[in-house]
Protein backbone atom coordinates (compact mmCIF):
# COMPACT_ATOMS: atom_id res chain seq x y z
CA UNK A 1 0.00 0.00 0.00
CA UNK A 2 1.29 3.20 -0.41
CA UNK A 3 0.06 6.94 0.42
CA UNK A 4 -1.31 9.59 -2.18
CA UNK A 5 -2.35 13.17 -1.94
CA UNK A 6 -3.39 16.09 -3.64
CA UNK A 7 -2.43 19.22 -2.03
CA UNK A 8 -3.65 23.04 -2.58
CA UNK A 9 -4.35 25.89 -1.13
CA UNK A 10 -7.04 28.43 -0.63
CA UNK A 11 -7.86 32.12 0.51
CA UNK A 12 -11.40 32.47 1.76
CA UNK A 13 -13.01 29.44 0.68
CA UNK A 14 -10.96 30.27 -3.11
CA UNK A 15 -8.29 28.08 -4.55
CA UNK A 16 -4.89 30.07 -4.65
CA UNK A 17 -2.14 27.58 -5.45
CA UNK A 18 -1.74 24.27 -6.47
CA UNK A 19 0.40 22.14 -8.29
CA UNK A 20 -0.71 23.44 -11.49
CA UNK A 21 -0.86 27.03 -10.72
CA UNK A 22 2.68 26.76 -9.11
CA UNK A 23 3.85 25.26 -12.44
CA UNK A 24 2.66 27.63 -14.63
CA UNK A 25 4.04 30.14 -12.44
CA UNK A 26 6.94 28.56 -12.27
CA UNK A 27 7.37 28.18 -15.70
CA UNK A 28 6.78 31.87 -16.23
CA UNK A 29 9.71 32.73 -14.61
CA UNK A 30 11.76 30.24 -15.71
CA UNK A 31 11.06 31.33 -19.72
CA UNK A 32 10.42 34.74 -18.92
CA UNK A 33 7.76 34.46 -21.16
CA UNK A 34 3.89 33.60 -20.63
CA UNK A 35 3.10 32.76 -23.93
CA UNK A 36 6.53 29.88 -24.02
CA UNK A 37 4.74 29.01 -20.24
CA UNK A 38 1.45 28.87 -21.61
CA UNK A 39 2.96 26.70 -24.81
CA UNK A 40 5.11 24.39 -22.45
CA UNK A 41 1.47 23.78 -20.65
CA UNK A 42 -1.00 23.30 -23.37
CA UNK A 43 -2.69 26.34 -22.89
CA UNK A 44 -3.85 29.14 -24.96
CA UNK A 45 -2.11 32.52 -24.07
CA UNK A 46 -5.42 34.12 -23.38
CA UNK A 47 -6.05 31.07 -21.10
CA UNK A 48 -2.92 31.15 -19.06
CA UNK A 49 -3.16 35.16 -18.73
CA UNK A 50 -6.47 34.12 -17.63
CA UNK A 51 -5.39 31.74 -14.87
CA UNK A 52 -2.73 34.13 -13.31
CA UNK A 53 -5.37 36.96 -13.14
CA UNK A 54 -7.79 34.71 -11.33
CA UNK A 55 -4.85 33.82 -8.94
CA UNK A 56 -3.84 37.18 -8.10
CA UNK A 57 -7.10 38.27 -7.79
CA UNK A 58 -7.76 35.48 -5.43
CA UNK A 59 -4.44 36.24 -3.53
CA UNK A 60 -5.48 40.00 -3.58
CA UNK A 61 -1.34 40.16 -4.65
CA UNK A 62 -0.08 41.05 -8.33
CA UNK A 63 1.99 38.39 -9.93
CA UNK A 64 3.06 39.03 -13.62
CA UNK A 65 5.29 41.92 -14.27
CA UNK A 66 5.20 42.66 -18.05
CA UNK A 67 8.45 44.46 -19.90
CA UNK A 68 7.37 47.10 -22.37
CA UNK A 69 7.72 45.65 -26.00
CA UNK A 70 10.27 46.33 -28.73
CA UNK A 71 11.28 44.51 -31.61
CA UNK A 72 12.29 41.25 -29.48
CA UNK A 73 8.43 41.64 -27.71
CA UNK A 74 7.97 42.17 -24.10
CA UNK A 75 7.85 39.50 -21.76
CA UNK A 76 6.87 38.69 -18.35
CA UNK A 77 8.32 37.95 -15.48
CA UNK A 78 7.34 37.00 -11.82
CA UNK A 79 7.07 40.16 -9.03
CA UNK A 80 9.15 39.38 -5.99
CA UNK A 81 6.20 38.54 -4.05
CA UNK A 82 5.21 35.97 -6.92
CA UNK A 83 8.87 34.31 -6.93
CA UNK A 84 8.16 34.19 -2.69
CA UNK A 85 5.05 32.07 -2.80
CA UNK A 86 6.41 29.79 -5.43
CA UNK A 87 9.17 29.26 -3.63
CA UNK A 88 7.11 28.35 0.05
CA UNK A 89 4.68 26.23 -2.30
CA UNK A 90 7.78 24.25 -2.79
CA UNK A 91 9.12 23.76 0.23
CA UNK A 92 5.25 22.87 1.52
CA UNK A 93 4.70 20.58 -1.01
CA UNK A 94 8.42 18.88 0.22
CA UNK A 95 7.11 18.76 3.43
CA UNK A 96 4.13 17.61 3.15
CA UNK A 97 5.09 14.55 0.76
CA UNK A 98 7.97 13.85 3.07
CA UNK A 99 5.70 13.38 6.17
CA UNK A 100 2.74 11.91 4.60
CA UNK A 101 5.40 9.17 3.73
CA UNK A 102 6.13 8.96 7.53
CA UNK A 103 3.05 9.43 8.60
CA UNK A 104 1.83 6.40 6.66
CA UNK A 105 4.67 4.08 7.63
CA UNK A 106 4.01 4.85 11.15
CA UNK A 107 0.17 4.32 11.21
CA UNK A 108 0.77 1.10 9.01
CA UNK A 109 3.48 -0.23 9.90
CA UNK A 110 3.30 -4.03 9.97
CA UNK A 111 0.56 -3.89 7.80
CA UNK A 112 0.65 -6.76 5.13
CA UNK A 113 1.08 -5.65 1.33
CA UNK B 1 -4.22 31.24 2.80
CA UNK B 2 -5.23 27.73 4.62
CA UNK B 3 -4.36 24.49 2.83
CA UNK B 4 -6.30 21.89 1.72
CA UNK B 5 -5.61 18.08 1.13
CA UNK B 6 -7.00 15.13 -0.18
CA UNK B 7 -5.38 11.86 0.90
CA UNK B 8 -6.54 8.52 0.26
CA UNK B 9 -3.89 4.61 -0.41
CA UNK B 10 -3.21 2.73 -3.20
CA UNK B 11 -2.19 -0.42 -3.58
CA UNK B 12 -1.28 -1.58 -6.77
CA UNK B 13 -1.97 1.65 -8.30
CA UNK B 14 -5.82 0.94 -7.42
CA UNK B 15 -7.55 3.11 -4.47
CA UNK B 16 -8.49 0.96 -1.58
CA UNK B 17 -8.79 3.36 0.98
CA UNK B 18 -10.55 7.16 1.02
CA UNK B 19 -12.06 8.97 4.13
CA UNK B 20 -15.32 8.22 1.98
CA UNK B 21 -14.29 4.36 2.11
CA UNK B 22 -13.53 3.73 5.21
CA UNK B 23 -16.29 6.52 6.49
CA UNK B 24 -18.75 3.55 4.83
CA UNK B 25 -16.46 0.90 6.89
CA UNK B 26 -16.67 2.65 9.95
CA UNK B 27 -20.73 3.08 9.45
CA UNK B 28 -20.96 -0.52 9.11
CA UNK B 29 -19.05 -0.98 12.44
CA UNK B 30 -21.10 1.20 14.37
CA UNK B 31 -24.46 0.13 13.54
CA UNK B 32 -23.62 -3.70 12.67
CA UNK B 33 -25.80 -3.60 9.60
CA UNK B 34 -24.36 -3.03 6.04
CA UNK B 35 -27.87 -1.81 5.32
CA UNK B 36 -27.73 1.09 7.63
CA UNK B 37 -24.44 2.04 7.21
CA UNK B 38 -25.54 2.07 3.39
CA UNK B 39 -28.87 4.28 4.46
CA UNK B 40 -26.74 6.92 6.86
CA UNK B 41 -24.80 7.40 3.48
CA UNK B 42 -27.27 7.78 0.90
CA UNK B 43 -26.07 4.53 -0.75
CA UNK B 44 -28.14 1.60 -2.09
CA UNK B 45 -27.56 -1.81 -0.16
CA UNK B 46 -26.30 -2.90 -3.56
CA UNK B 47 -24.07 -0.23 -4.47
CA UNK B 48 -22.84 -0.22 -0.83
CA UNK B 49 -21.75 -3.92 -0.75
CA UNK B 50 -20.45 -3.43 -4.53
CA UNK B 51 -18.26 -0.60 -2.85
CA UNK B 52 -17.14 -3.09 0.16
CA UNK B 53 -16.29 -5.90 -2.10
CA UNK B 54 -13.90 -3.81 -4.41
CA UNK B 55 -12.25 -2.73 -1.48
CA UNK B 56 -11.86 -6.31 -0.60
CA UNK B 57 -10.50 -7.29 -3.81
CA UNK B 58 -7.78 -4.34 -4.60
CA UNK B 59 -6.80 -4.96 -0.52
CA UNK B 60 -6.77 -8.77 -0.67
CA UNK B 61 -8.10 -9.03 2.53
CA UNK B 62 -11.52 -10.09 3.94
CA UNK B 63 -13.92 -6.95 5.70
CA UNK B 64 -16.97 -8.44 6.21
CA UNK B 65 -18.61 -11.11 8.17
CA UNK B 66 -21.57 -12.06 7.52
CA UNK B 67 -24.01 -13.07 10.53
CA UNK B 68 -26.64 -16.08 9.57
CA UNK B 69 -30.10 -14.82 9.60
CA UNK B 70 -33.17 -15.51 11.93
CA UNK B 71 -35.82 -13.26 12.57
CA UNK B 72 -34.16 -9.73 13.43
CA UNK B 73 -31.66 -10.77 10.12
CA UNK B 74 -28.35 -11.41 10.30
CA UNK B 75 -26.39 -8.45 10.14
CA UNK B 76 -22.79 -7.41 9.18
CA UNK B 77 -19.96 -6.69 10.97
CA UNK B 78 -16.04 -5.52 10.33
CA UNK B 79 -13.51 -8.53 10.50
CA UNK B 80 -10.58 -8.23 12.97
CA UNK B 81 -8.34 -6.73 10.33
CA UNK B 82 -10.88 -4.58 8.55
CA UNK B 83 -11.11 -2.85 11.70
CA UNK B 84 -7.40 -2.58 12.44
CA UNK B 85 -7.40 -0.96 8.89
CA UNK B 86 -10.14 1.57 9.74
CA UNK B 87 -7.71 2.65 12.97
CA UNK B 88 -4.83 3.01 11.67
CA UNK B 89 -6.36 5.11 8.82
CA UNK B 90 -7.66 7.13 11.29
CA UNK B 91 -3.87 7.81 12.87
CA UNK B 92 -2.46 8.13 9.68
CA UNK B 93 -5.25 10.81 8.68
CA UNK B 94 -4.95 12.98 12.42
CA UNK B 95 -1.00 13.03 12.00
CA UNK B 96 -1.29 13.68 8.21
CA UNK B 97 -3.84 16.76 8.50
CA UNK B 98 -1.62 17.92 11.97
CA UNK B 99 1.41 18.25 10.02
CA UNK B 100 0.17 19.73 7.10
CA UNK B 101 -1.17 22.40 8.95
CA UNK B 102 2.45 22.62 10.34
CA UNK B 103 4.19 22.85 7.30
CA UNK B 104 2.08 25.10 6.21
CA UNK B 105 2.29 27.14 8.70
CA UNK B 106 6.49 26.75 8.77
CA UNK B 107 6.76 27.19 4.82
CA UNK B 108 4.49 29.83 4.51
CA UNK B 109 5.49 32.11 7.70
CA UNK B 110 5.14 35.82 7.70
CA UNK B 111 3.16 36.19 4.50
CA UNK B 112 0.03 38.04 4.71
CA UNK B 113 -3.38 37.04 4.08
Known amino acids: MEPRAKIWIERD ?12 LRLIDESGSLAD ?9 RRAWGKVKEIERNLGVPLLESAA ?18 DQYGNFRTAAE ?4 RNFR ?5 TPG
Open 13 to 24: GRLVLSDYRVRL
Open 37 to 45: AAKAMGLSY
Open 69 to 86: GGPGGGGSHLTPEARRLV
Open 98 to 101: ADLT
Open 106 to 110: KSFED
